[in-house]
């Protein structure tokens, strides 16, 4: 049982605070143009006003409140309870940057006058959810915030229209590749048990060259948040939460919050193939045309454009299904480079016309087949059962 601290009055505090700065009503009201720590707290806090339950994996019957406030210019943390009511009303004194990025050191005063640090981080670079570490309370945990303005239960799993692959298009690399591999796109497979994310960096030629390592989830569950609207929640292998918030567009179209700190647009199989030896394009579903290439030969077998590599791995992803009449936009495509090997995951699209008029089960795993290239320039794939990897092609388009 938590133990109940008293509760003192922080309008008091928040005015001697302010004793000598002149009587000004601005200043009363916001110091932070003469704090560099005041304006860096309202950036990084404002979004976490809403008071939010821990969130927990398991059923907790008396969780703990976390709420984050301004009162007078100064900021404030309370934690509470059902059971308790308030535990403690501490005031931010300071913020400092830590040796991890975006999180920050809190200087604490609770409102027993003990003086703490709180360590707290927004995860996944976007406004979703948040970490606090206050050991002189004992909690180390997270908060959603959609567990605050949504009062609906998690639900198991991912909804059917945000199952799937999906990309950005070809985007400019802002990062240190820049120059030699100015374009990127990520990626987004969600299923419903799993998520996992990556970016890939191409050249000046939308070859592949460089993938970033994947962010793999699991324990997939849901909330509504409206028509078309959904907060998807996960954890990876440290049982860190990963957030997303998605709003479906389209069947082939979504926004998605979470995996940067902005709002990506993404559809879903980004990748269409093209016939050997014919002049076509590399199109999303929603018909934007992102890049244009014949087959034209790769200066390494291991870096191919998107359509290039559907193109080598389209007839052996054929040869699985002799009693259905399937096409490659059936399918989504997930090339991503390990170790200098282009590796391709495809799966099947159950949105597709083909496999819901099979009658498809859309809860079955989607995987189908996994290729690779190798660093001389072999497709090849893998056996499903054994993980062994077999030769199928020895060069781009042999």
Known sequence: ?????????????????????????????????????????????????????ENSQTTNADPVYSQFYKSKGQWYWKLSSKQDGTIDNSQIKSLKSTDQKNVYDFSMVS???????????????????????????????????????????????????????????????????????PYTKQFLNITSSATSSFINEYDSNHRLYNSETSNKTSQVTYKSTGQDGYVIKSYQADQTPVVYTINVVSDNQINVSGLTSGTLSMTKSATSATTAGSESSTTSQSGSTTSSSTSQSASNDNHLTDAQVVNWIWPYVKAKYPNMNVASTDFTYMPQMRNGQLYVSVLENHN????????????????????????SGALEQMDATTGDWTVVSNGYGG
């Open 1 to 53: 049982m938590k133990k109940i601290l008293p509760f003192i009055g922080v309008g008091l505090a928040g005015v001697l605070l302010l004793a000598g700065c002149g009587n000004k009503k601005a200043d009363m009201q916001d110091s932070s143009a003469a704090n560099p720590s005041a304006s860096k707290l309202n950036g990084l806090l404002s979004p976490a006003t809403a008071k939010v339950p």
């Open 111 to 181: 409102n027993q006058n003990k003086k703490y640090h709180l360590t707290f981080n927004w995860i996944n670079g976007s406004h979703q959810a948040y970490t606090v570490n206050a050991a002189y309370h004992k909690v180390n945990s997270t908060f959603i915030l959609a567990d605050a303005t949504s009062s609906e239960s998690w639900q198991t799993g991912a909804p059917q229209a945000v199952q799937g692959t999906w990309a950005t298009d070809f985007a400019n690399n802002s990062g240190s590749d820049a120059q030699k591999l």
């Open 352 to 375: 597709a016309a083909a496999f819901k008029k099979s009658g498809v089960d859309t809860n079955t795993n989607p995987q189908v087949a996994s290729f690779r290239v190798t660093s």
